[in-house]
């Protein structure tokens, strides 16, 4: 359960900021979008391959 605790006069849009940017890192809607269609075990394979691969690049451009 997540828990966005308000400060007395804060904003409730800023609060809705806060719970929004929890919910993405608990990666809950990630999961379910991946759940509704089978994916071969090959293929979520070679996506983490090439997202390593991305990262690598990145991290070797930034040095």
């Given at each position: 359960?997540?828990?966005?605790?308000?400060?007395?006069?804060?904003?409730?849009?800023?609060?809705?900021?806060?719970?929004?940017?929890?919910?993405?890192?608990?990666?809950?809607?990630?999961?379910?979008?991946?759940?509704?269609a089978?994916?071969?075990?090959?293929?979520?394979?070679?996506?983490?391959?090439?997202?390593a691969?991305?990262?690598?690049?990145?991290?070797?451009?930034?040095?």
């Amino acid at each position: 359960m997540i828990v966005v605790p308000l400060k007395e006069g804060e904003n409730i849009e800023k609060a809705l900021k806060k719970f929004k940017r929890k919910f993405e890192k608990t990666g809950i809607v990630k999961e379910l979008r991946s759940r509704q269609a089978f994916e071969k075990p090959s293929i979520t394979k070679r996506k983490q391959t090439m997202r390593a691969v991305y990262v690598q690049q990145l991290q070797q451009i930034e040095e």
